[in-house]
């Protein structure tokens, strides 16, 4: 599933948002979706792109960019948790187990905490592939803009 700039994006105030608010969608790891974020991201390590040489590392094949995995974050925040009042302040991330191409995840975030005095989320994410395994482990934390 892709959004596209026409989905809407969701308006949430500070106080609209309650500790446990989450959001869930899916994505599938397509041959297209990696080159576009080696484009985008200048790494064009070999691991990714070169299946001759994927083939003679541990996994056997192509490993699908990490960063290309965490960025299904931004949407999180961006779109959904709180949407257009979002601002990154911090994101930490957990790499636990490789992705492939081909691969349908799973992005799961959930509104832990919230900090009246600096109006900042605490958002937990995981990411998991079809079999369930855990891909991506992250804490954001999102400041909830008044404008």
């Given at each position: ?24 969608f899916q994505v ?120």
């Amino acid at each position: 599933m892709y959004l596209s700039m026409n989905d809407k994006v969701s308006e949430y105030t500070f106080n609209d948002i309650e500790i446990g608010f989450s959001k869930k969608f899916q994505v599938i790891i397509t041959e297209s979706l990696v080159k576009q974020f080696a484009s985008v991201s200048g790494d064009y390590s070999p691991i990714h792109l070169d299946e001759k040489y994927a083939k003679s590392t541990t996994f056997k094949k192509r490993v699908v960019h990490g960063m290309l995995l965490a960025s299904f974050l931004s949407r999180v925040d961006g779109m959904y948790l709180p949407g257009k009042h979002a601002l990154y302040f911090s994101q930490n991330i957990e790499f636990r187990n490789p992705c492939f191409i081909g691969d349908t995840v799973t992005i799961f975030s959930k509104v832990i905490d919230k900090s009246e005095s600096t109006k900042i989320l605490k958002i937990e994410s995981e990411i998991i592939n079809q079999e369930n395994k855990l891909l991506l482990y992250g804490l954001g934390r999102v400041i909830v803009r008044d404008d």
